[in-house]
């Protein structure tokens, strides 16, 4: 086979693999789009100028686009080859007729196609339905910088997945993609944002991608729309990734030997001597929660994104925004407080509705929770011991919002505390719940992380999580309250701020678990059957190694 087509089918085979994972299709294809679609749905169809039909949107659809291209590129790329790297696929290739380069050329050649199909998408929504105008002179610069910014981002991700360690990669790349989409005038944009932030914003490439789309959508500007200044960053980071990359994937060799941990400490758990005779039902629960919290904190990637992501965004929304001092209205708090409060909402969400159904997946498809009737470990036990785990990393990262705010922000201790926690416990448990009902109702891990993931990150952006302020259309405002999600992020604010108890939101959020304790009576029992056989093969021809130790036992 000649080279070309020797690439062509691997660029194939990456993207087979690519559509196979629902985690990558959301974060790279399906959140740009939806997050373009909530931000034009109350600002994108202002019109700015009446004569030539220009809308908002027109200049919010190149910045999303470049959002699912680094997404795309640069998060998920490092993802996979850390994976491959981990689970021993770079050191079997060795030995097949695939030479390294074309390994490498299509991954490479694969997330650059997936940028593409995600730049596609938001551009043609924006033409569909928010007027965004396509300018047939500058569509060479924009293709071109798009493969160029491709290509560059996924130089960067390489590097990453060659010198980071497997375990880290998945939180690192995702978490330095999503803060610098902050000062990248993707998320954040206006006169709010500190000089100093706007500055570090130039030094990366991001922000020099969304400006050169920005300016092959700007129909005021003359030209061809090339951006020669801002496409010069792009190929310099790209640049240095490729060196670092190479380097260190000539001296890193395969580091799944050297990283990994060994069977013998993966399985501790499992020899250690066991205790004989009766256990009673609390010692059978604790040990159920010590279980949970290990499952929990040992994959970096849910850690980080349950409990650093929240604080950190807590450290920089706030300050985009014009600072965490300042007071928000009539609502009593001030910005950083407030933000302290709906991160905190957030990590729940993450840790007890996204995290903890992920965990009990991963483990059904293992067949762990088919094993577990040969165990004295009710099923009850196994439940109720994931969510208090669940519940415990939620409260500790309520404390650490809120302990930042009070470094940066001068945020004091609310009067009414102990109710604080109460209604953020009752809100954590309805997540977790909800989590177990899309378990009890959704086949496969990959789809528990798709419908957990694809509904939690939406529905913050329309629920007072990320955004403050926003005044949505009326049928999007109605439906937003439909969900516990934003009662959850009121009552919240709302008792911290002084003003009482919400207890109709309170009863909302009541409802909801209500309604999804009684799919997880009805439907958990099908979790501890048998995997159809075609699943089973799947779940043993593909094991998730950066998940090995924390579903061990």
Not at 122 to 127: D, L, N, R, W
Not at 154 to 179: H, K, M, R
Not at 429 to 439: I, Y
Not at 490 to 510: F, K, N, S
Request: hydrophobic letters at 55%; aromatic letters at 10%; proline letters at 5%.
């Amino acid at each position: 086979m000649n080279d070309i087509g020797l690439l062509g089918r691997q660029v194939r085979h990456e993207l087979v693999a690519l559509t196979r994972t629902p985690i990558t299709m959301i974060l790279s294809i399906a959140f740009p789009l939806v997050f373009f679609l909530i931000v034009a749905a109350f600002v994108g169809n202002e019109t700015i100028d009446a004569r030539a039909g220009i809308r908002v949107a027109q200049f919010l659809a190149p910045a999303f686009a470049s959002f699912g291209v680094v997404m795309a590129t640069f998060s998920f790329l490092a993802i996979g080859f850390a994976e491959a790297q981990a689970g021993g696929v770079l050191r079997r290739q060795a030995g097949t007729p695939l030479p390294r380069w074309g390994l490498l050329g299509g991954r490479i050649g694969a997330a650059v196609l997936l940028g593409l199909l995600a730049t596609v998408l938001v551009v043609a929504t924006g033409v569909a339905f928010y007027g965004v105008q396509l300018i047939g002179r500058t569509l060479p610069a924009v293709v071109v910088t798009l493969l160029v910014a491709g290509v560059s981002f996924s130089a960067l991700g390489l590097a990453a997945a060659a010198w980071l360690p497997p375990q880290a990669t998945t939180a690192v790349t995702n978490g330095v993609a999503i803060v610098l989409a902050f000062v990248s005038d993707i998320f954040a944009f206006g006169d709010g944002m500190p000089g100093w932030m706007s500055t570090l914003g130039w030094v990366f490439p991001l922000k020099h991608l969304v400006n050169a789309l920005g300016d092959g959508f700007n129909p005021y500007l003359d030209g061809s729309g090339w951006a020669w200044d801002h496409l010069g960053v792009i190929v310099l980071w790209g640049l240095v990734g490729a060196a670092l990359a190479v380097w260190g994937l000539r001296h890193g060799q395969d580091r799944a030997s050297a990283t990994g941990t060994s069977p013998g400490r993966a399985h501790a758990d499992d020899v250690r001597p066991r205790r004989t005779g009766s256990v009673s039902a609390r010692q059978v629960l604790g040990s159920q929660v010590g279980h949970g919290q290990r499952v929990l904190w040992r994959d970096p990637s849910s850690a980080f994104f349950a409990v650093v992501f929240p604080v950190l965004l807590v450290a920089v929304i706030p300050v985009v925004n014009g600072g965490g001092t300042q007071q928000l209205g009539d609502s009593g708090l001030t910005l950083g407080a407030f933000f302290a409060v709906t991160m905190a909402v957030y990590g729940a969400g993450v840790t007890a509705y996204v995290n903890m159904p992920q965990g009990l997946a991963e483990d059904r498809e293992r067949g762990v929770l088919k094993r577990l009737r040969g165990t004295p470990v009710p099923a009850w036990a196994l439940l109720t011991g994931r969510v208090v785990a669940a519940l415990v990393v939620s409260v500790l990262t309520l404390l650490a919002a809120w302990a930042l705010a009070m470094v940066m922000y001068g945020a004091g201790v609310p009067a009414s505390w102990p109710v604080m926690v109460g209604v953020f416990v009752v809100a954590a448990v309805c997540f977790a719940v909800l989590g177990l009902a899309v378990l009890s109702l959704v086949p496969s891990g990959q789809a528990v992380v798709g419908v957990t993931l694809g509904t939690l990150l939406p529905l913050s952006f329309v629920s007072d999580v990320f955004l403050q302020g926003v005044v949505f259309p009326d049928w999007l405002e109605r439906l937003t309250w439909v969900f516990p999600l934003r009662h959850a992020t009121r009552a919240m604010t709302e008792v911290t701020a002084g003003l009482g108890v919400g207890w109709w939101h309170l009863g909302v959020i009541a409802l909801w678990t209500l309604g999804a304790a009684v799919v997880v009576v009805l439907r958990f029992r099908w979790t501890l059957e048998a995997m159809r056989p075609g699943t089973r093969a799947r779940a043993e021809r593909a094991p998730d190694p950066t998940r090995s130790e924390g579903n061990g036992q």
